[in-house]
C-alpha cells in the first residue's frame, strides 16, 4: 500500500473559534503521527470564515512543534501572493527549527475571492503569470550561496526543503515535470482532468538535482464511520459548506444533517456531487475498497486524505479508519 498523509484547513466550526480550530488541528496531527501518516500538509486560504490556516508557515510551526517524526508542511502556499525569498525565508525558519521534517508545497491560484487576492499582491493581478519564474527564483535561495550573490535567505541557504507542485489544472504538472519535482493533484474538490494531468506529468517527467523519476499523489476526501450511514451523515457537513461557498455566501463549517433534501437546488446537487465524485464515504470496508480502488486506478506514489468533520471525535474516528487503509 502507498503512504498516506493528511491534508488539513483547519475547519472553523459554527459556533467555534479558530483558536478552538488550531487546538483541534494539533491533536488530530498528534494522533495522525500514532497512526503512521506520513506527512500533516495545511492550506493556505484566505478571508474565508471556515478557515483557520491562512498564516501557513505559523500554523506548521505549531504542528510540528508538537510532534515528532510526521513530516509537515503546506499544501500549499499559494506562491503569487507572496515574494519567493520571502517563503524562502519562513520555510528555511521552519527547517531549520524541525529538521529533516518540512515540506514546502505551491500552488499558483490566490486561495481566495479576486478582491482579497487584489489585497494580498498589492497591484500584482498578474502574479500567477509569474509562477514558473518564481518558483525557480525560490530553488535558487535554497541552493547553497555563492561568492558575490547580494540577496539571500538566511536562514534557507543551503538547507533541503522539499518543493512540490500543487494543481487542479495541467499547468502545474507539466511544470513539474519540465522542473523534476514531486506532483500533487487536487481531486479532492476538482476531479475532472486528474487523469490527463497524471499522464502528462508521467510522461514529460525530466530528471532533476530533486528527483530521479516522477513521484505523484493525489488528495482525496475520506469520510469514515462504523457505518455506511453515520458516514454519510458526516459528509453533509462537507456538502452544506461547498453549495454555500458556490452561493457566494461561505461561512464556519456547518453541523450534519439528517438529509440534504431541500437544502440544494438539483443544479447545485450536480454541481456537489461533479466536484466530490472522488470522495470516499462508508464504513471501513467501503473506505478501504474505495482507496485500494483509487490507488489501483491512478497508479498514484503517495495518497493525501482529507475531510472537514464537525464533531471532532468523529473526525479523529475517520482519520484512524482511513489510516488501517494503509495497511
Known amino acids: 500500500m502507498v503512504p498516506i498523509s493528511v491534508l488539513d484547513l483547519a475547519p472553523i466550526n459554527e459556533g467555534s473559534t479558530a483558536?478552538?480550530?488550531?487546538?483541534?488541528?494539533?491533536?488530530?496531527?498528534?494522533?495522525?503521527?500514532?497512526?503512521?501518516?506520513?506527512?500533516?500538509?495545511?492550506?493556505?486560504?484566505?478571508?474565508?470564515?471556515?478557515?483557520?490556516s491562512a498564516a501557513t508557515a505559523v500554523v506548521i510551526a505549531h504542528i510540528a512543534a508538537g510532534t515528532r517524526t510526521i513530516r509537515?508542511?503546506?499544501?500549499?502556499?499559494?506562491?503569487?501572493?507572496h515574494?519567493?525569498?520571502v517563503i524562502a525565508e519562513q520555510f528555511g525558519t521552519l527547517e531549520s527549527l524541525f529538521p529533516g521534517r518540512i515540506d514546502l508545497g505551491l500552488g499558483r491560484a490566490p486561495g481566495t475571492d479576486p478582491l482579497t487576492a487584489r489585497a494580498l499582491r498589492r497591484g500584482r493581478p498578474d502574479a500567477s503569470d509569474s509562477f514558473p519564474q518564481d518558483v525557480m527564483e525560490l530553488q535558487d535561495y535554497f541552493r547553497a550561496v555563492v561568492p558575490g550573490q547580494a540577496v539571500r535567505a538566511v536562514p534557507g541557504a543551503g538547507l533541503s526543503v522539499p518543493i512540490w507542485l500543487l494543481g487542479s489544472s495541467?499547468?502545474?504538472?507539466?511544470?513539474?515535470?519540465?522542473?523534476?519535482?514531486?506532483?500533487?493533484?487536487a481531486s479532492h474538490f476538482a476531479p475532472d482532468l486528474l487523469g490527463q494531468a497524471l499522464d502528462l506529468y508521467r510522461g514529460g517527467f525530466r530528471p532533476s538535482?530533486?528527483?530521479a523519476r516522477p513521484h505523484a499523489m493525489a488528495a482525496v476526501a475520506v469520510f469514515a464511520a462504523d457505518t455506511d450511514a453515520a458516514a454519510a451523515f458526516l459528509f453533509t457537513s462537507l456538502q452544506q459548506s461547498f453549495?454555500?461557498?458556490?452561493?457566494?455566501?461561505?461561512?464556519?463549517?456547518?453541523p450534519p444533517v439528517?438529509?440534504?433534501?431541500?437544502?440544494?437546488?438539483?443544479?447545485?446537487k450536480a454541481g456537489v456531487d461533479a466536484a466530490f465524485r472522488e470522495a470516499i464515504v462508508g464504513s471501513p470496508q467501503r473506505?478501504?475498497?474505495?482507496?485500494?480502488?483509487?490507488?489501483?486506478?491512478?497508479?498514484?506514489?503517495?495518497?493525501?486524505?482529507t475531510a472537514a468533520i464537525f464533531d471532532h471525535g468523529a473526525r479523529l474516528r475517520s482519520f484512524e479508519i482511513a489510516a488501517g487503509t494503509a495497511s
Open 209 to 211: 538535482e530533486f528527483l
Open 287 to 305: 473506505v478501504k475498497g474505495g482507496v485500494d480502488a483509487f490507488v489501483r486506478r491512478t497508479g498514484i506514489d503517495e495518497l493525501m486524505v
Open 243 to 254: 453549495v454555500n461557498l458556490r452561493r457566494g455566501t461561505p461561512g464556519p463549517l456547518p
Open 19 to 52: 483558536a478552538l480550530a488550531l487546538h483541534r488541528s494539533l491533536d488530530l496531527a498528534q494522533h495522525a503521527e500514532k497512526w503512521g501518516y506520513r506527512r500533516y500538509w495545511v492550506a493556505e486560504h484566505h478571508s474565508m470564515p471556515g478557515i483557520a
Open 83 to 85: 515574494s519567493p525569498l
Open 170 to 185: 495541467l499547468f502545474s504538472a507539466q511544470l513539474a515535470a519540465a522542473l523534476g519535482l514531486p506532483y500533487v493533484f
Open 72 to 81: 509537515v508542511g503546506s499544501g500549499g502556499i499559494m506562491l503569487p501572493n
Open 258 to 268: 439528517d438529509s440534504m433534501e431541500g437544502r440544494w437546488t438539483p443544479t447545485e
